[in-house]
C-alpha cells in the first residue's frame, strides 16, 4: 500500500487546526512565543519555546513576555525595514558565532522577506532562519507538461544527489523560493533558465499563473536541523505547456536529470514517497485542476483542496504592481 | 468604486476565523448551538439559540445541553439514515404547521443529505431547513466558455425574475443544488439539460472537473427568511470549454437568457454587484486557474485563493465511487 493523496498533503500541512480540538490546540499553542515587531498589530510566526531558551535576545532591542508568551523586536515604531533587518541580522551573527542551532549551519546568503498587514515589507533575514521564527516563506512551483496525440506527460527532475536539502528525491518542473524584492512572475522566468535551460520568451508564451498552495509545515528530521520548527509555506504556481519539442535540460547543479512522465508514472512516484514532500502538493493541485482527480475518484477531495490552500494566520505578501503595494516594498 | 474581488468573496465567507481574533471568536460562538447526532462524536452544523429557542424538540427525540451549548437527535447509535430523517421530518413538520419560521416558507421538496466523518452518509433533510441547523450544504457550478480567436468569453446566464432567489441576477452557466445520492458528476448533466439545454455528450466531452470553493456563508436579507442563519457550503467545480458554434439556452423557467461576456464584461459586472454572491466566488476561482488574475495584478491574492477553499469545521462528503464509499450510502 502506497502512500495516498491525504498521507502526502498531511505530511506538508503538518500543523494542527484549532477546530479539529480547541483544547488540543490551545495546549499546544503553549509551546510557542508568538514573534512580533513593535508597531506591528499581528503575530509573525511562532518560535519554539526551546529556541527562545537559546537564542540570545538582548534587552535593548528585543522583549521577551512570558505571560503573552511573545517575543518582539523592539525597534521604533517608524523604523525601517533595514533598521529591523540589521537587529535581526546582528541576532542571528551572535547565535552562528555561538553555534547555537544546527539549522543555521546551512546559512544560505539569500533573504527573505516578512510581511506586515496588507502586504506591506516589514524586514528580511537569512533564509536558513525563517524556520526559527516560524515566519512564512515563499516560493515559485511550475508543473511543465505536454498535452498531445500521446496523452499528458509531466516534466519531473530528479535532484541532485550533492544538494544540502532532500538530495536526489524528484521535484516540480521549475521550483525556486523568493527573495526579498522578488515577484512570482520574475522569480519563475529565472528558475526556469537556471534549473531548466528553458527562454524567458518560452517560459512568458507558454505558463499562466493558476493560483497557489499554502500550507504549514513541521519541520521533521528529513528536512535537516532542529525538528518541530515552524514553516508556514506560499507556493505561486504556474503551469508551463510545451510541445514535444521543448526539452528542458538541467543548468545549474541542482538538478540531475529530466523525465517526461505519464500521468500513471507521477501518480505511482507520489505513493512511493519519490518527490519532494511539498512538491507532492502542487503536483496534487495540479491533478485536482486538470480533471485528473476529481470527486468520484479521490475519496479525500475536499479535505485535501481545503488543505493544500490553509489559511495561514500570519500576514502574508502582495505583489501587487499596482500604486500602493509597490509603494509599501519601498 | 466598484466591490473588489476580496469584498465579493466576504459576502460568501462571511463566518468569523478563529485565528484573527480568538477571544471574539470564542464569544461569538456563544450564539450557536452545536447540532449532534447521538453515536456520531462531530458537530455537525451550529444552530443559533434563537432557533433553538423557537424549535419544538419533544425529549424523547431530543437533547439539548444548555451548558455545553448542544442540540442532539437522540436516535439509537446503530439507528439507519432513514430513521434519523424520519425524526427530523417530524420536527420540521411541526414547524411548518405551527409557522415558526419564515425560511420554511420556501419548501423545496428536496431532500439535502448530512454526513458523518470520513463521507459516510448520515441523515438528510428538507432543503429549505438545512440553514436552522447549519449544516453543509452541497452543489455543482460550471462555466462554460469559448476560448477562439476572438479571445476568452464566458456564458452568462441571468436568473428568472420569477425565481424565488435572487430573481433577475446573472448567474454562473450552470449551477445547481445536490441532492442526496446524487454525484458531482450526475448533477452537472442534469443541470446542463435542465438549466442551459446542453446535451449529455456535449457535457460529457468538453468538461473537466477542477476542484471545488468552499466558503461559510451567514445569510443576509437578500438570501430570504430569517437573517444569521449558517450555511457553509462546498460547490463543485467544473470547467465546460464549448466551440463558438455551441449556444446554452434556457430550458426551463429559471433562466431567463444567456449572454456571451467578454472577460472585461464579467469583471465589471461582478464589481457592479451584478452576480447571485456565490457565482462570484466560482469565477473568481475561474480567473484565478486561467491566469487573468495572477500575484501581480490581484493584491489580495493569497487572502481570495484561502477564503474561497475555506477548511469548513463539519465532516463533509465523500462521492468516491470506490468501494467503502459507495456502501456506506446505501
Same mark, same amino acid.
Given at each position: 500500500m502506497g502512500k495516498s493523496n491525504l498521507d502526502l498533503v498531511k505530511e506538508c500541512d503538518r500543523f494542527p487546526y484549532y477546530a479539529d480540538d480547541p483544547a488540543f490546540y490551545t495546549a499546544h499553542m503553549r509551546n510557542y512565543h508568538a514573534f512580533r515587531v513593535n508597531g506591528? *498589530?499581528? $503575530? %509573525?510566526g511562532y518560535i519554539l519555546n526551546s529556541v527562545v531558551k537559546k537564542l540570545e535576545l538582548p534587552a535593548n532591542s528585543w522583549a521577551i513576555d512570558a505571560d503573552n508568551r511573545t517575543v518582539t %523586536?523592539?525597534?521604533?515604531?517608524? /523604523?525601517?525595514p533595514e533598521q529591523r533587518s540589521e537587529l535581526i541580522a546582528e541576532t542571528l551573527a551572535q547565535a552562528v558565532k555561538q553555534d547555537t542551532? #544546527?539549522? %543555521?549551519? !546551512?546559512?544560505? $546568503?539569500e533573504k527573505y522577506p516578512v510581511y506586515a498587514p496588507g502586504g506591506k515589507f516589514l524586514l528580511e533575514m537569512e533564509r536558513s532562519a525563517t524556520p526559527l521564527f516560524g515566519v512564512v516563506s515563499y516560493g515559485v512551483h511550475s508543473t511543465c507538461y505536454v498535452n498531445d496525440d500521446n496523452g499528458l506527460r509531466i516534466w519531473v527532475p530528479r535532484r541532485s544527489k550533492t544538494k544540502q536539502t532532500y538530495p536526489g528525491m524528484l521535484d516540480n518542473s521549475v521550483a525556486g523560493g523568493m527573495s526579498t524584492d522578488e515577484h512570482p512572475g520574475e522569480c519563475l522566468v529565472r528558475e526556469a533558465m537556471e534549473e531548466a535551460s528553458l527562454p524567458e520568451d518560452v517560459v512568458r508564451k507558454n505558463s499562466t499563473a493558476v493560483g497557489c498552495v499554502t500550507y504549514f509545515y513541521v519541520r521533521g528530521a528529513? /528536512? !535537516? !536541523? #532542529?525538528? *518541530?520548527l515552524l514553516q508556514p509555506e506560499v507556493e505561486y504556481v504556474y503551469d508551463i505547456k510545451l510541445s514535444a519539442d521543448v526539452v528542458p535540460k538541467p543548468c545549474?547543479? #541542482?538538478?540531475e536529470q529530466f523525465y517526461l512522465m505519464t500521468v500513471d508514472e507521477v501518480k505511482a512516484a507520489l505513493a512511493n514517497g519519490e518527490f519532494k514532500p511539498n512538491c507532492s502538493v502542487v503536483l496534487i493541485d495540479f491533478f485536482l485542476r486538470h480533471g485528473i482527480l476529481t470527486p468520484e475518484n479521490e475519496p479525500n477531495f475536499l479535505d485535501i483542496i481545503s488543505r493544500i490552500h490553509r489559511r495561514l494566520e500570519f500576514p502574508t505578501a502582495s505583489h501587487f504592481e499596482g500604486t500602493n503595494a509597490s509603494d509599501s516594498k519601498q
Open positions: 506591528c *498589530d499581528a $503575530n %509573525l %523586536l523592539m525597534t521604533d515604531p517608524d /523604523a525601517t542551532f #544546527e539549522i %543555521l549551519r !546551512g546559512w544560505r $546568503n528529513q /528536512a !535537516g !536541523g #532542529e525538528t *518541530d545549474d547543479s #541542482e538538478v
